[in-house]
């Protein structure tokens, strides 16, 4: 079992910045890789970004690429999401989930490959 608890998330209006932290618990951290996804009200959860075991790759979606950035800790047992130049459709409660990619370089970004998932996040940028 891996227990995640993100953190972070707040209210900024449009052009600020958030940074969520991710802290995970349980089973080797440097094992999964590690993906953020949200959830807007009244649409399907998205995938935002995800990294590596190691951290050497990253992958994310368009509408976030140049303005989010994905890093961890693997000595602190943390994924962050730095989320600048934020937009008020960026709004949604932001999940951080753990991947058990078996493959040290693996990005994946099916929600379905994730093993677990923390309680969520609330971020709302304001117009």
């Known amino acids: 079992q891996v227990q995640l608890v993100e953190s972070g998330g707040g209210l900024v209006q449009a052009g600020g910045s958030l940074r969520l932290s991710c802290a995970a618990s349980?089973?080797?951290?440097?094992?999964?890789?590690m993906g953020w996804f949200r959830q807007a009200p009244g649409k399907e959860r998205e995938f935002v970004a995800v990294?590596?075991?190691?951290?050497?790759?990253?992958y994310y979606t368009d509408s976030v690429k140049g303005r989010f950035t994905i890093s961890r800790n693997n000595a602190e047992n943390t994924v962050y999401l730095q989320m600048n130049s934020l937009k008020p459709e960026d709004t949604a409660v932001y999940y951080c989930?753990?991947?058990?990619?078996?493959?040290?370089?693996?990005?994946?970004?099916?929600?379905?490959?994730?093993?677990?998932w923390g309680q969520g996040t609330q971020v709302t940028v304001s117009s």
């Open positions: 989930a753990a991947d058990r990619a078996f493959a040290p370089g693996t990005v994946r970004m099916d929600p379905l490959n994730y093993d677990y």
């Open positions: 349980g089973r080797t951290f440097s094992n999964y890789a």
């Open positions: 990294i590596s075991r190691s951290g050497s790759r990253t």
